[in-house]
């Protein structure tokens, strides 16, 4: 069983700056890759950003390229996503999950283990 937890959401104004940490538990942490997904209100899903189990490798959405940043620590069992120069449209509730990186970047719908999400609010 693996048990992730997401913390660090908030409110912000545009233009500034949050950092997500999601703490994972109960599996091989470090043997994964790690990602970052959204929702929006009344909107689907979307993935946000990866980080391949080394760390090594990432990858991002056009719309968070430049502006996010994943990292980790494997030794804390964590990741996290800082996020810059946020804005409106960045409004959501994100979430992190853990699983192999094609699948991760690919196939999210295939992922068996996600948090419970954490609510990143952009004001005007």
């Known amino acids: 069983q693996v048990q992730l937890v997401e913390s660090g959401g908030g409110l912000v104004q545009a233009g500034g700056s949050l950092r997500l940490s999601c703490a994972a538990s109960?599996?091989?942490?470090?043997?994964?890759?790690m990602g970052w997904f959204r929702q929006a209100p009344g909107k689907e899903r979307e993935f946000v950003a990866a980080?391949?189990?080394?760390?090594?490798?990432?990858y991002y959405a056009d719309s968070v390229k430049g502006r996010f940043t994943i990292s980790r620590d494997n030794a804390k069992n964590l990741v996290y996503l800082q996020m810059n120069s946020l804005k409106p449209e960045d409004t959501a509730v994100y979430y992190c999950?853990?699983?192999?990186?094609?699948?991760?970047?690919?196939?999210?719908?295939?992922?068996?283990?996600w948090g419970q999400g954490t609510q990143v609010t952009v004001s005007s």
């Open positions: 980080i391949s189990w080394s760390g090594g490798s990432t």
């Open positions: 109960g599996r091989t942490f470090s043997s994964y890759a």
């Open positions: 999950a853990v699983g192999p990186w094609t699948v991760v970047l690919r196939r999210s719908y295939e992922l068996e283990y």
